[in-house]
T-cell receptor, first 117, second 112 residues
Framework: GAVVSQHPSWVICKSGTSVKIECRSLDFQATTMFWYRQFPKQSLMLMATSNEGSKATYEQGVEKDKFLINHASLTLSTLTVTSAHPEDSSFYIC?????????????FGSGTQLSVL | DAKTTQPTSMDCAEGRAANLPCNHSTISGNEYVYWYRQIHSQGPQYIIHGLKNNETNEMASLIITEDRKSSTLILPHATLRDTAVYYCIVRVLYSGNTPLVFGKGTRLSVIA
């Protein structure tokens, strides 16, 4: 199946700093990617939809100025957690749809565990 | 998308079949049943999907009742690596740029 690569796998940062997470579609082009957040023992919660060449759309309750999304190319979307605080510590996951033969599926990155000290 | 109901957790002995149920009594005629799983600290992985006929692939089988109000995901010979949270999602065939909405899923523990 299609491959979605997410980097880094884990990151530890100090409170107040910013962290950038990258999501790449390795063998297909994705005009849209999705960002999810997952707290321990909870399900995935959609944060935002990343659209190539245009502004991301955010789910209710997600601060767009805190979670900056950039989708500058058809294979790369980035999520930047600005001025991170301990409550932002979570597992962040991106996903994308391959428009090819497996277009009925969403493929997911391996996730990024963010720990804010 | 129709709502689904799954048991919170299940255990299965290694080597035995794992049967994971899902209720979706409000499913519409054009909605498919999708199954994904999430192994600890990884992103979700697609397993299988179907409309009304039973489906089988290299990972699992999907049995959908005739009235389509429930389904069962079958892992024929569960291994320890199948320990994961399994999500049953009902939605129209994924053809647009819309995300998947995840419920709470079933936490399957495969026991040696």
């Amino acid at each position: 199946g299609a491959v979605v690569s997410q980097h880094p796998s884990w990151v530890i940062c100090k409170s107040g700093t910013s962290v950038k997470i990258e999501c790449r579609s390795l063998d297909f082009q994705a005009t849209t990617m999705f960002w999810y957040r997952q707290f321990p023992k909870q399900s995935l919660m959609l944060m935002a939809t990343s659209n190539e060449g245009s502004k991301a759309t955010y789910e209710q309750g997600v601060e767009k100025d805190k979670f900056l999304i950039n989708h500058a190319s058809l294979t790369l979307s980035t999520l930047t957690v600005t001025s991170a605080h301990p409550e932002d510590s979570s597992f962040y996951i991106c996903s994308a749809r391959d428009p090819g033969p497996e277009n009925e599926k969403l493929f997911f990155g391996s996730g990024t565990q963010l720990s804010v000290l | 998308d129709a709502k689904t109901t799954q048991p919170t957790s299940m255990d299965c002995a290694e080597g035995r079949a794992a049967n994971l149920p899902c209720n979706h009594s409000t499913i519409s005629g054009n909605e498919y049943v999708y199954w994904y799983r999430q192994i600890h600290s990884q992103g979700p992985q697609y397993i299988i999907h179907g409309l009304k006929n039973n489906e089988t692939n290299e990972m699992a089988s999907l049995i959908i009742t005739e009235d389509r109000k429930s389904s069962t995901l079958i892992l024929p010979h569960a291994t320890l690596r199948d320990t994961a949270v399994y999500y049953c999602i009902v939605r129209v065939l994924y053809s647009g740029n819309t995300p998947l909405v995840f419920g709470k899923g079933t936490r399957l523990s495969v026991i040696a």
